[in-house]
């Protein structure tokens, strides 16, 4: 099901993406099929498949990718809110293969979520 890790053919510029922000620890794009007005998706340049596998040394590049999605969202002019999710393993949603956090804003939002 989750094999096909198609963000390392992102990181490594083998398929195109709208790139926002990069650095050595992480990068942000858009998504190519947004649900929202804003949706991105920000990943570490690390390989992580998933939240459930994070150890206690990812903690700083966890914080930074925080620190990064907290600045981008300024940055779009999401000052009404937003909504960063993380969807762990296949019951959650999780389609892709590598730990991403989906940064969305721009429309009201619902609770809970689907
Ligand atoms: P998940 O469902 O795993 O939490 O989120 C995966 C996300 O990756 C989905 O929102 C999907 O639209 C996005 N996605 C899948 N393939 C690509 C791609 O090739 N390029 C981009 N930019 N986004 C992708």
Redesign the pocket.
Known sequence: MMTNN?FLK?LSGE?P??IVYEDDICVA?????P?APVHL?IIPRKVIRTHADIVPEDAPLLGHIHTVAAKLAKELGLNAGYRLVL?CDEQA????PHL?F?LLGGRNMAWPPG
């Open positions: 198609i992102i398929i993406a709208k794009f858009h998504d190519v099929n649900q998706l969807n949603g999780q389609t892709v991403h989906h």
